[in-house]
């Protein structure tokens, strides 16, 4: 459904601040939608940008090297310069908005958040400048240590997992029927920020890499069992 309806805006016609599309390895709806944003989307800088499943040396290289395509593409059509330092300023600003998000999700444990609450300002900030994100989230942080908790002491505490759930919608429906989502495993979630991007590499791209291939694995995705012990894990630590 998701990606119909970004195909759609794009057939539509895109907002004029969108002057190009980066496509990435997902599902098999995204990766063959590509070939139909070339065709029939009005808009002139496109690039597909490879993510291997496969979590093998020889897949890291691929994966460098595909993201050295995409930086030289960038560069070479808008006229720019992307340097180490700038990629690097970036992962620190993105390392700073996971690390407030993981310290934001553990207030769905303390039974002050709600799940759906969290999943819609994971797609707030999703969608949002990096800086603003950032301030978003400091600002919801300040209002949650001192909000108390719910009240209700029989809500069923539970882990939601599955595939892209991108319709906050599905979430209500859990919680006005008595659950209280504590932790979860999903894209729109905790595989957005569980893992932090290395700052010590002399590699930027090296760092990005090693990131992509250490974060828990889409449930679309193989080999699974590495998914089941994450999933495991979580079941234990948060006792749902």
Request: aromatic content about 10%; glycine content about 4%.
């Amino acid at each position: 459904m998701w990606s119909r309806n970004v195909l759609e805006q794009g057939l539509r016609g895109l907002d004029n601040d969108i002057v190009g599309i980066v496509s990435v390895h997902g599902c098999d709806c995204t990766n063959r939608q590509f070939d139909i944003w070339l065709d029939c989307v009005d808009i002139d800088f496109m690039h597909f940008l490879n993510c291997p499943l496969k979590r093998t040396e020889i897949a890291k290289e691929f994966y460098i090297d595909d993201m050295k395509e995409l930086i030289d593409h960038m560069e070479n059509y808008f006229n720019i310069e992307i340097t180490d330092e700038k990629i690097w300023e970036n992962i620190r600003l993105m390392n700073k908005i996971r690390n407030l998000l993981g310290e934001i999700s553990e207030y769905r444990n303390k039974m002050i958040l709600k799940g759906s609450e969290f999943h819609h300002l994971i797609k707030n900030v999703m969608r949002s400048d990096r800086k603003e994100a950032l301030n978003m989230l400091n600002k919801k942080l300040e209002t949650l240590q001192s909000t108390e908790p719910f009240s209700d002491k029989n809500l069923k505490k539970v882990l939601v997992t599955g595939s892209l759930i991108d319709d906050t919608t599905f979430l209500e429906h859990m919680e006005e029927s008595g659950y209280q989502i504590l932790v979860d495993d999903l894209c729109i979630g905790i595989h957005y920020f569980w893992e932090n991007i290395d700052e010590s590499q002399e590699d930027p791209l090296q760092s990005l890499a090693n990131y992509h291939f250490n974060k828990p694995i889409y449930s679309t995705k193989i080999p699974s069992h590495s998914r089941y012990e994450f999933i495991k894990k979580l079941l234990e630590k948060y006792n749902v």
